[in-house]
């Protein structure tokens, strides 16, 4: 088959997908890194994203019931403890917690999910049905946007804490952890994908695997955007007090 | 239980739903109706919507399969029948390419859902998730937009027919269809719901579930007017000839 590609082409291929489609070439990302936001466009942020992050040990959950070998199981695993930690109060999950704390917002509200908008709702499901319908290469490949979170976190962070003066390092602390933990496991992903990519149409899925995975995370963006820039947030989902206020000086 | 509604103050809370969240509301909608959309975003929002009238057929046979009554099934699969028809080129979907085919879509791009923004087919993946995921009783509310299509078909389609010019009644026909099988539908599966929601924890999950099918009609139309009015379509997806001129002369 002329159209397999080697393990470094295939490689290449998916870096471009990130260079293309990552979302730190989203307009929100933008806004949010440069100091435009709102505080409430923040929270907003912070509150849908929440949904995100909360179902990722969920997600790997299902990645791991679905691998037939042990020593598979021990390496994914280790993605499950930093999310959830060892104890209440830590892990990934609790430090994205502490930022929507931070930005004074109800803890309960935010676990619920509530007051999410129904795009991120959707966005996060399509992620969980992608892992859990499609082969197990696929669901390995849909991670690999870790590969670019390198590109989005040190900017985001500096620039939010530069901008916004109630976000401290400690608000942050999500992200202090996750260049290390992801580069292991991006790494870890990367080479599963290569090694058992073996076949062009293999390889065709693992490249939309990972388009699919960036389309995601740009629709949470795009729908941030949508309604709380552009349009209104759906009547049962967040309103930030300083939109309200907008809209009753209109 | 004080809160438990008579079945006819749960219809009232049901009707309030479609007043307050059915797509009627969405300016998108509204300025599909007015004449006001270009050619590209009349085509964006068939191509997209096809999608949508798609996964009808299967969304009704997850429902069908989960029922264990035979009464009930012999009045559901007749949902199928229409959407699907007796022959190739009958029913709800091939008049739904009816109107991509007039619209000079291809065929074969609208029925394979490439060129479909991401965040379509979350909204409908989310669809096909919540009737495999929840009870039998929130499954069939979530059909229950039925009960509100009249307020909007009637409008669409004059709307359509007066302010579109590429645009007959014949393009339309899947709407002419449709009042008479949704008004059969949607009494029946009220009736169903009024009956079978017996406790105010079933009543709130009927009303919760109408709620969600109104969200994710209205996400729908969100991401539409997103991508071909304030931003850019997903890379991936259709991009209309008009829209390509208006940004190669930006």
Redesign the interface.
Known sequence: MSDLLTASQLEERLREVGA??YHHLH?FQLRLQSGACSRGEVEAWALNRYLYQACIPQKDAIILSRMEDAQLRREWRQRIIDHDGEREGEGGIAKWLKLTDDLGLDRGAVMSGELAL??T???V??YM?FVRDRSLLEAVASSLTELFSPMVIATRVSGMLANYDYVTQETLAYFTARPVQAKRDSDFALDYCKTHARTPEQQRAVIAAL??KC??L??ML??L???YL??KP???AFRPADQADRQAAE
Chains 1, 2 share one sequence.
């Open positions: 293309t489609r307009p129904p795009a709702k959707f966005a499901n399509a049905t388009e699919f389309s995601m740009w629709a795009d729908a955007e949508h309604a552009y349009a759906w009547p049962d």
